[in-house]
């Protein structure tokens, strides 16, 4: 166990893990309700209302033209009278009390469909459900419920921070009853729409004043045809703000009337458009989602480049969200941003904590070796780099200055420092850009790799590539050694790709990051080759077989090196693909035409063909080729003589 927790990844998962486990807990606690629903609050957007829906209000003309509050009962009475033509009438105002005109109210209550308000004063929860205890319901002097007008409760439940969200459609006590709203729907379809949860969101469809608004006064003084409401729903109640029948909801930062609210609900109710709070197991999903997406962005990318792909997720779902409100279906906003916050910051800390030493250990390996882009991917992705050695495929590369030994003569041990390091530097820079691990300088010479510590698929080509960018620069710094008067020197590079053990060698107090290997020996082989052959890059059959379309190539011989028993063919590197002049393409034509008539043992055939070539292009292996035919010609190879030439030397 100790051991997976110290992998990066693990880590990475186990506090995403905890961290989830934490905010679901703080999410079933209830904390940051409050926060939560003001977030959904914002959410609200207003659409629109029923033209069916019509609201008699209560408002402050009706004040001035009929007198102070209370009004007397013969008023509601009148009203009733001329819109009796409507479907339903829901009357949002309290007749507790007997008052002087309840006769002609009970009168006109029963020559329309109407439904009174009652209200629950106190409440209990008896197996966790609501109870209510104690009620107020219209006056007996009004009639008789259910026979004579109808009734509902107009209780709504008001949240902590003092917002109206939520209602519920029926509660249970020493009398049950339905919402105000729902009786009203009841009446208006003929039937009780069945709504089973205890308590349910209030969908608002538009925000204050949003429904058609008719002064009470207007009513009772018949100025609206009471034509107009026919087969509507007609809500009667107080809007005038000295009345204070409002409420705070989250649609508008104004109060709303309760009689608005009540229409509100109404709408929903006969549209069947509700609002569902998302369930507790689908935001548990959601809490682990943003954790472990928060988490492995964090794992696979750079900080800088893990926070804007988290912004865009951020975003990207509360943009969801609103759709999904749109739809009915409320996510919860806050916990999955907020397990999304509280994971990045710990994992932050404890990537900058746990990996500040594994930073400084491959810098100092690697910085002065390799490319910062591959120093950048090796930080990021530490685990690239195995302790010990283990088998990779590479192409190795070694380069030698050629005829060193002189030219040190020459020059003061100053001077030819300086042309040393003129020439490493300008050669390291170029292995270092073309992503390319530098291994070790060996006096004049340079070993390095491609293919590790990171996985280069392509890592002929990059070290192909390579290896003719360092032959460009050096025309360049000859040609600069010649007007400064340095003597100017050539080099040879090797190139053999292939299996080879790559890893941190040496002893516990030093060691280095290198690779060893048949074919590291082979690439030293290719270098030394170049002397033999007056070429400048010599490269492996298996080197060869990854770049030949992409490359142009001169097929050189067949040898066997000193040291190993199995022959390999040899090319000549000369450029990218089709960058050869017609004069360069021909002598190639030419010197492998010679080559195949001599491995046929046509050696006069062959000469002529090594010699049209060397009179193209002065060329060193067309000449020893010609001097081997010659001496083939005079004492011939044995019968079994398979064209492959024995290398005596290193």
């Known amino acids: ?140 002097e009004l009639g008789i419920p259910g026979e004579d007008y ?138 682990l989602l943003f954790a472990f997406v928060t988490g492995i962005l964090l794992y696979r990318f750079k900080i800088h480049i893990a926070t804007i792909l988290l912004a865009i997720f951020a975003i990207f779902y509360v943009i969801f969200s609103i759709y999904t409100f749109d739809s009915g279906l409320i996510l919860n906003i806050l916990f999955p941003l907020l397990s999304m916050i509280t994971v990045y910051i710990p994992l932050v800390v404890l990537y900058y904590l746990t990996e500040e030493k594994s930073r400084k250990w491959i810098t100092s390996v690697f910085g002065k070796y390799v490319s910062p882009i591959v120093i950048d991917n090796l930080l990021q992705n530490p685990d690239r780099i195995k302790l010990g050695g283990e088998k990779r495929n590479i192409t190795i590369s070694f380069s030698d200055i050629r005829g060193f030994t002189p030219i040190s003569e020459k020059l003061d041990p100053e001077d030819l420092v300086h042309l040393l390091n003129d020439y490493l530097t300008e050669m390291t820079e170029i292995i270092r850009k073309d992503q390319g691990l530098v291994d070790k300088y060996m006096g004049d010479a340079i070993m390095a790799f491609w293919g590790a510590p990171l996985d280069q698929p392509n890592h002929p080509e990059m070290a192909c590539a390579s290896s003719l960018e360092m032959i460009n620069k050096l025309k360049e710094l000859q040609t600069k050694w010649k007007e400064e008067g340095t003597p100017v020197f050539d080099i040879g590079i090797g190139l053999s ?55 142009e190539t001169r097929k050189l011989d067949a040898v066997r090196v000193k040291g190993k028993r199995k022959p390999i063919h040899i090319y000549e590197l000369l450029a990218k693909k089709d960058q050869l002049d017609k004069k360069k393409i021909e002598f190639i034509k030419y010197f492998e035409t010679g080559l195949d008539l001599y491995t046929k043992k046509k050696w006069k055939n062959a000469i002529k063909s090594f010699q049209t070539a060397d009179k193209l292009m002065a060329d060193p292996a067309s000449k020893m080729f010609i001097t081997r035919c010659e001496t083939f010609i005079a004492n011939p190879p044995d019968k079994d003589w398979d064209g492959v030439w024995e290398m005596k030397i290193k």
């Open 1 to 140: 166990m100790i051991k997976i927790l110290k992998k990066r990844l693990a880590k990475t998962l186990l506090v995403s893990l905890i961290v989830a486990g934490i905010t679901t807990i703080l999410l079933f606690a209830g904390f940051l309700d409050t926060w939560e629903s003001k977030i959904s609050d914002a959410f609200y957007s207003p659409s629109t209302p029923l033209d069916e829906i019509v609201i008699i209000a209560i408002d402050d003309q009706s004040l001035q033209e009929l007198g102070r509050w209370p009004w007397p009962r013969e008023y509601f009475a009148t009203a009733i009278d001329h819109i009796n033509r409507s479907a339903v009438i829901g009357i949002d105002i309290s007749f507790f009390e007997p008052a002087e005109g309840d006769i002609q109210l009970a009168e006109s209550l029963t020559n329309a469909t109407v439904v009174l308000a009652m209200e629950y004063t106190s409440f209990s929860y008896i197996d966790e459900e609501l109870y209510g205890e104690s009620l107020l319901k219209p006056t007996t």
């Open 150 to 287: 109808h009734i509902g409760y107009v209780n709504l439940y008001t949240d902590s921070d003092g917002v109206t969200r939520t209602f519920t459609p029926h509660i249970t006590g020493i009398e049950n009853h339905d919402h105000f709203a729902l009786v009203i729907v009841n009446e208006y379809i003929g039937t009780t729409p069945v709504l089973d949860d205890k308590r349910m969101l209030i969908n608002f469809f538009s925000e204050p004043g949003g429904y058609t608004h008719i002064s009470f006064s207007d009513i009772y003084y018949n100025k609206t045809d009471p034509s107009y409401f026919q087969g509507k729903i007609v809500l009667i109640g107080a809007t005038a703000s000295n009345l204070h029948d409002d409420a705070i909801v989250p649609i508008s930062n104004e109060v709303m009337p309760g009689v608005e609210i009540n229409a509100n609900l109404v709408q929903s109710i006969l549209t069947r458009d509700f609002l569902h709070d998302q369930d507790d197991l689908s935001a548990v999903g959601l809490i």
């Open 497 to 551: 790709s292939g299996d080879a053990i790559v890893g941190n060698m040496g002893s516990s107090q030093r060691f280095d990051y290198t690779a060893i290997g048949d074919n590291v020996n082979l690439a030293s082989r290719m270098e030394g080759l170049n002397k033999i052959y007056g070429t400048n890059i010599l490269i492996t059959e298996y080197t060869y077989n990854s770049i030949k379309d992409k490359f």
